[in-house]
């Protein structure tokens, strides 16, 4: 049964296989703490480094070349990242509630507060990434239209609309009309409210109670 859950989450989140390879070569919970805040750091490097390049190709050519195998995999990566960090947020979070299972690994609770933040401003990069690349370069080969009421243009638009669906303002100038877009904004708003209303809540009155603590 544990293999099959595992198996199911590196189907759900590939990047996932690479993270827990690197975390469990650790040698010591110190080591494994500094993996992953590394990790961390490294994957928000990516997705903001793919998100430039977007946007740089899109300021200089005015679109992207027409690379439809490449561009396959920039939003499988983007949802697999989505994913890995929903669960481990998730985990991590269930984990700390339970006291038997309530270990550092070499993390305080201000680190995981940090990593936290990184990884709510990586969703909103990722879902950027997401909503541009498949309104773009791919639903418009197998449907009529977009994924919302108008088109997304740039990938700056494209981080204007994740950062207003994760923080959950809407303005309405951007609506989904695509199951898939419907779908992908519903996913944003509940992996942003619990990364941040959650994880934090959870973290920050550990923290204190522990500090509290005689």
């Known amino acids: 049964m544990t293999n099959k ?18 975390k469990k070569s650790a040698t010591s919970s110190a080591n494994r703490g500094i993996r992953v805040k590394r990790l961390n750091k490294i994957y928000f490097g990516i997705a903001l480094s793919i998100w430039g390049i977007l946007f740089l190709w899109g300021q200089v050519a005015g679109n992207m070349p ?6 396959i995999f920039i939003p499988l990566w983007a949802l697999s990242r989505v994913n890995e960090i929903f669960m481990a947020f998730i985990k991590d979070v269930f984990d700390k509630l339970d006291p038997s299972r309530r270990s550092k690994n070499g993390l305080e609770y201000f680190d995981r507060i940090g990593l936290a933040l990184r990884s709510f401003m990586e969703l909103t990069i990722q879902y950027a990434i997401l909503y541009f690349i498949l309104d773009t370069y791919y639903l418009q080969y197998g449907f009529h239209g977009g994924l919302f009421n108008q088109p997304i243009e740039s990938p700056f638009t494209a ?3 994740s950062l207003i669906t994760i923080a959950s303002v809407g303005y309405g100038d951007y609506v989904p009309v695509h199951p898939l877009a419907r779908g992908l904004v519903m996913y944003e708003i509940i992996t942003g409210f619990l990364l941040l209303a959650v994880s934090f809540t959870v973290y920050v009155s550990l923290d204190l109670d522990e500090k509290e603590a005689p």
Do not use: M, N, R
Request: aromatic residues 18%; glycine residues 0%.
């Open 159 to 161: 981080l204007y609309v």
């Open 66 to 71: 027409p690379l439809k195998v490449v561009l």
């Open 5 to 22: 859950k595992t198996w199911l989450k590196w189907c759900l989140a590939p990047t996932l296989w690479v993270s827990d390879t690197y």
